[in-house]
């Protein structure tokens, strides 16, 4: 059972084969068992997970047409509200924090009859590319428990690679989906922005956060988006489209595709084996029938530097709501009001967060906006161009999603410029707006996996669920499993 | 450019973020590293190009204007540092 797809469980569902009862209890009891050594969960709760499994057994969705993930079990990334539960976003500031109300996306999966098995652990306010900036301690991969899971989404990786979870949500800012799914070996999906509602997902960069699915497969992220996507009035940027089925082209063949190649994703920068299993895909691909044509993303290298000109101008913005006046940490001693908003953040901050906070104040600040902040949005103008201009002679965009397999923990977290540079692949994407997913296409170093980075157009997902799904029907990465594991 | 130790203070109080004597030195020399990687952007030629705020063209939605939220004060006053009669307290700020 904890290695079956979304549909083979909602079919064991509906055969009454297994209950949400039975389910939840089955994935409990393997947190209880498995977290304490990979961290991957910084919440869970058994009565009130039992309680919406019950509620599910009863409510008659299960094994319906229309709700056909009812009664199987999720886990949340803690960015997302979750009413009545802790949401701390990975940080002291919000240890004590019990959302007051769901985030849409929690509401959604509720609604379809899905049981929340408990919150996931994250970088800190989704800052990080590791999980090591999380105050309650680094998840740890659980492919090799001494290696980092990649981040910001670590904690939802994790849970579904230890399969503690058949399927997570995850946000995605600057790779925070695709980055964790590639370093853990999952099927990780950022739609384009505006497709997820953002409502009561705790705002990091505004006009770069997405909300996604990350499970086993393609096919579990066409069927978990179907639920997760949709017009939200209470998100000023969510997109008003009619709804899609996302899974409604998986089988398609792939005859007469184009991939797109960028020769800057396949420069310097890429570790050997990484680049094997990546070329190894495309050669599948082309088996497949697809056909390759090199395409340019000339100022794809300014995307880092850009990004984090603005996601920290965002992220100083977004984050001056927390001074210790409505909710979250209050530092026990101050002597004025002013001391009391800088001392509560202080402390109620880690040092990742704080430096993107100074930065965001810095670039914003009189006399610096045109310079850095406005240069940046421009750049990024240059940079979605680049995909417009590709995308006339491509379908999707293929590359590799992380420049090398999971790293050891301490490598990068001394430096954190070298940190940022683990995104070089995704960040363009999040910049220009468009869907970006992650697949496991093999094993690099240390029998770590490797992820296949897939890009499409803007509200190309459906296309990319067929791509990858095709890709896997015919290859056994997905469902490869972290040895030693019970 | 770089920020001296009194940059980095006058960034901080802006921001409203204690950093302590301690920790000044080494958040200056950390935000450095960070200016001089994203200094690459002011080389680069972006005359003309208009500015992307966001990732997709969306003209701010109105609403009719009558009242959505149902009064959840004390739902929300529940998880407050400090309350009393409704109103969340903060340290005097007028003698």
């Known amino acids: 059972m904890i290695n079956s797809s979304l549909k083979e469980l909602s079919a064991a569902l509906a055969r009454k084969k297994t209950s949400a009862v039975e389910l939840a209890t089955l994935f409990l009891d393997r947190i209880e068992k498995l977290n304490p050594s990979l961290n991957a969960f910084v919440t869970t709760d058994r009565e009130k997970a039992l309680a919406m499994a019950r509620v599910a057994d009863a409510s008659g969705k299960v094994g319906a047409g229309d709700t056909p993930l009812a009664g199987i079990p999720l886990a949340h990334k803690d960015i997302f509200m979750t009413s009545g539960w802790r949401t701390t976003c990975g940080s002291k500031m919000l240890s004590n924090f019990i959302a007051p109300y769901d985030a849409t996306v929690v509401e959604k999966f509720k609604v379809a009859g899905m049981v929340t098995l408990g919150k996931l652990n994250m970088d800190e306010f989704a800052m990080g590319s590791s999980n090591e900036t999380s105050f309650y301690g680094p998840v740890k991969n659980p492919w090799d428990t001494a290696r980092v899971p990649g981040g910001s989404s670590g904690g939802s990786a994790a849970a579904v690679a230890a399969r503690l979870a058949p399927a997570a949500t995850g946000t995605d800012t600057g790779g925070s989906i695709r980055q964790p799914a590639a370093l853990c070996g999952l099927t990780g999906l950022k739609p384009t922005y505006g497709v997820v509602s953002r409502y009561g997902m705790i705002a990091f960069a505004s006009s770069l956060d997405q909300g996604g699915p990350m499970a086993k497969s393609a096919e579990d992220c066409a069927l978990l988006l179907n639920t997760m996507a949709g017009f939200d009035p209470r998100d000023s940027t969510s997109l008003e489209r009619p709804a899609e089925d996302y899974a409604r082209d998986l089988e398609k063949p792939l005859q007469g595709l184009r991939i797109g190649l960028p020769k800057e994703f396949f420069g310097e920068g890429m570790d050997a084996d990484v680049r094997a299993a990546v070329e190894a895909a495309l050669a599948e691909y082309r088996k497949l029938g697809a056909t390759m044509v090199e395409v340019n993303l000339p100022n794809s290298g300014l995307s880092v530097p850009a990004y984090y000109v603005i996601a920290p101008a965002e992220a100083s913005s977004n984050l001056s709501r927390f001074d210790g006046v409505r909710y979250g940490h209050r530092a026990p001693d101050y002597a004025d009001l002013d001391d009391m908003y800088s001392k509560s953040r202080a402390q109620g901050f880690g040092e990742e967060v704080k430096r993107r906070i100074l930065i965001g104040t810095y670039v914003l600040s009189h006399g610096y906006y045109d310079a850095y902040y406005l240069q940046a949005q421009k750049i990024r103008r240059l940079i979605a161009n680049d995909f417009v201009a590709a995308f006339k002679s491509c379908d999707v965009i293929m590359g590799p999603t992380a420049p090398s397999v999971a790293f050891r923990f301490g490598d990068k977290s001394a430096d954190p410029v070298q940190m940022y540079l683990s995104d070089i692949y995704t960040i363009a994407v999040n910049l220009a707006g468009l869907p970006g997913m992650s697949i496991p296409c093999g094993f690099g170093n240390a029998d770590m996996p490797v992820g296949l980075q897939i890009v499409g157009p803007w509200f190309g997902e459906a296309k990319m669920l067929n791509i990858a799904h095709r890709y896997q029907l015919v290859t056994d990465w997905h469902i490869r499993q972290p040895g030693g594991l019970p | ?95």
Do not use: C, W
């Open chain 2, 1 to 95: 450019m770089s920020l001296t130790l009194d940059d980095v203070r006058r960034i901080a109080r802006l921001a409203r973020l204690d950093v302590s004597a301690a920790e000044v030195d080494t958040t200056r020399d950390q935000l450095n590293g960070i200016l001089s990687f994203i200094e690459q952007l002011q080389s680069v030629d972006t005359t003309g190009i208009e500015p992307m705020a966001h990732a997709v063209d969306v003209v701010q939605r109105l609403r009719p204007d009558v009242a959505t939220e149902p009064d959840r004060r004390e739902a929300f006053q529940a998880i407050a540092p400090e309350t009393e009669a409704g109103l969340y307290l903060v340290p005097k700020v007028i003698e």
